[in-house]
């Protein structure tokens, strides 16, 4: 009998441990039932929300705690719209004051963004690491969203943040895996788990990041804004899944040269 792979590989972070491998996003959705049965679709465990927005009662963000269900789901508050690690460290604490009024006292988890350009939206990694130090010390599990830096996330990793969050290319654009041999690096040298964050835009990406030893991929922009969100949500679900099977399976490793399946023995002369 396959064993269900989904309760032997779990996904730690700090101290929690989640089944599903797919985090995803509150924002861009037309409608709240079109986001309510996109996180159902998906499968996930963890959702993001940003703290700004959800205070300023931005479209879409407008009633969104009383909205979800958060007996089901896990918050992820984030400081997006944060230019700088002072505007981050007190973001992120109204963020915990967040997760507590939705009933997870014990919540002490914050995606870290410091992103002080608005075109590119490229994190500061100088602001990120100040940042991440701060609330580490206070006792914050840290999933901080960086570039694709190898030194950098080691350096992370070394502060006390609970996972790294490396880009696949910039937000919302769904170039896929442009910085495919960096998160490699980053993978392999990372004692945390390694989420893909940013740029993924369809399954067989998703799948791509899986494979290649990603603990996770974080998607928003490529379900909500997808023609059919809900099936979306499904086919991203179904493709992390499968890569990280195949991750655990161990791929055929690429040769130069061609290598017949059948036997050399006994062929008709």
Same mark, same amino acid.
């Given at each position: 009998?396959?064993?269900?792979?989904?309760?032997?590989?779990?996904?730690?972070?700090?101290?929690?441990?989640? $089944? +599903?491998?797919?985090?995803?996003?509150?924002?861009? #959705?037309?409608?709240? =039932?079109?986001?309510?049965?996109?996180?159902?679709?998906?499968?996930?465990?963890?959702?993001?929300? %940003?703290? =700004?927005?959800? $205070?300023?009662?931005?479209?879409? !963000?407008?009633?969104?705690?009383?909205?979800?269900?958060? +007996?089901?789901?896990?918050?992820?508050?984030?400081?997006?719209?944060?230019?700088? %690690?002072?505007?981050?460290? =007190?973001?992120?604490?109204?963020?915990?004051?967040?997760?507590?009024?939705?009933?997870?006292?014990?919540?002490?988890?914050?995606?870290?963004?410091?992103?002080?350009?608005?075109? #590119?939206?490229?994190?500061?990694?100088?602001?990120?690491?100040?940042?991440?130090?701060?609330?580490?010390?206070?006792?914050?599990?840290?999933?901080?969203?960086?570039?694709?830096?190898?030194?950098?996330?080691? =350096?992370?990793?070394?502060?006390?943040?609970?996972?790294?969050?490396?880009?696949?290319?910039?937000?919302?654009?769904?170039?896929?895996?442009?910085? !495919?041999?960096?998160?490699?690096?980053?993978?392999?040298? /990372?004692?945390?788990?390694?989420?893909?964050? &940013?740029?993924?835009?369809?399954?067989?990406?998703? *799948?791509?990041?899986?494979?290649?030893?990603?603990?996770?991929?974080?998607?928003?922009? &490529?379900?909500?804004?997808? $023609?059919?969100?809900?099936?979306? *949500?499904?086919?991203?679900?179904?493709?992390?899944?499968?890569?990280?099977?195949?991750?655990?399976?161990?791929?055929?490793?690429?040769?130069?040269?061609?290598?017949? /399946?059948?036997?050399?023995?006994?062929?008709?002369?």
């Amino acid at each position: 009998m396959v064993p269900n792979l989904a309760l032997i590989d779990g996904l730690n972070i700090g101290n929690k441990v989640f $089944q +599903s491998r797919i985090l995803t996003g509150t924002g861009k #959705y037309k409608n709240e =039932r079109i986001m309510k049965e996109s996180l159902y679709s998906s499968e996930c465990e963890i959702v993001t929300v %940003a703290v =700004r927005r959800v $205070q300023a009662s931005e479209l879409g !963000h407008d009633g969104l705690m009383e909205t979800i269900d958060w +007996s089901k789901y896990w918050m992820l508050p984030n400081t997006a719209g944060c230019k700088n %690690a002072e505007e981050a460290v =007190r973001v992120a604490k109204l963020g915990r004051e967040l997760a507590k009024l939705s009933g997870q006292e014990d919540n002490n988890f914050v995606k870290l963004e410091v992103i002080p350009d608005n075109k #590119y939206l490229l994190p500061d990694p100088f602001g990120t690491l100040e940042a991440a130090e701060k609330l580490v010390r206070d006792g914050f599990t840290v999933l901080p969203y960086i570039n694709a830096d190898p030194l950098l996330a080691k =350096r992370l990793e070394e502060v006390g943040c609970a996972t790294v969050m490396p880009l696949g290319s910039p937000i919302g654009s769904a170039q896929g895996l442009k910085n !495919h041999a960096n998160i490699g690096l980053i993978i392999e040298n /990372s004692n945390l788990p390694v989420i893909v964050d &940013a740029g993924i835009g369809v399954p067989s990406e998703a *799948a791509q990041a899986m494979e290649m030893g990603a603990a996770a991929v974080l998607i928003n922009s &490529a379900i909500a804004l997808a $023609q059919d969100p809900v099936l979306m *949500a499904e086919a991203m679900s179904k493709a992390v899944k499968a890569g990280r099977q195949a991750f655990r399976a161990g791929r055929l490793p690429i040769k130069a040269e061609a290598s017949p /399946s059948s036997p050399k023995k006994g062929l008709v002369t």
